[in-house]
C-alpha cells in the first residue's frame, strides 16, 4: 500500500492549505484514515481522522479551523485547514488503517509564518 501526499507549502499567519492524500495497492478495506503531524522536536501527533462510518475526531489544537472531508473516495482523505498559525507548522502526515495496522504517507511539510 503506498500513500502519496500533496498540498504542504508555505503559508501566512491567517492563512489557509489544503492537502490531500491517495492510497493505492492491495488493501482490503479501510476502517479509519486521518492526518498527523510532527513539528521539529517533538513527537508524532494526531490531527484528525475519519472512520468508515463517517465520525470524525479532531484534536483540541484544531476544532474549529481544520476539515477533514466526509465526501472522499475510499482511498483519499483531504483537510482543509483555516486559520493557520506559526504553531501549526510541521510535517503532515496522512495514514489509513486497516484494522490496527496504519499505512503511511511520505509527509508533507506546511510551514506557517508570522
Known amino acids: 500500500v503506498q500513500l502519496q501526499a500533496s498540498g504542504g507549502g508555505l503559508v501566512q499567519f491567517g492563512g489557509s492549505l489544503g492537502l490531500s492524500c491517495a492510497a493505492s495497492?492491495?488493501?482490503?478495506?479501510?476502517?479509519?484514515k486521518g492526518w498527523y503531524r510532527q513539528a521539529p522536536g517533538k513527537q508524532r501527533e494526531l490531527v484528525a481522522r475519519?472512520?468508515?462510518?463517517?465520525?470524525?475526531i479532531y484534536s483540541d489544537f484544531v476544532k474549529g479551523r481544520f476539515t477533514i472531508s466526509k465526501e472522499n473516495a475510499w482511498n483519499t482523505v483531504d483537510l482543509q485547514m483555516n486559520s493557520l498559525q506559526p504553531e501549526d507548522t510541521a510535517v503532515y502526515y496522512c495514514?489509513?488503517?486497516?484494522?490496527?495496522?496504519?499505512?503511511w504517507g511520505q509527509g508533507t511539510l506546511v510551514t506557517v509564518s508570522s
Open positions: 495514514y489509513v488503517q486497516n484494522g490496527r495496522t496504519k499505512y
Open positions: 495497492g492491495k488493501i482490503l478495506s479501510i476502517s479509519a
Open positions: 475519519i472512520t468508515n462510518s463517517g465520525t470524525t
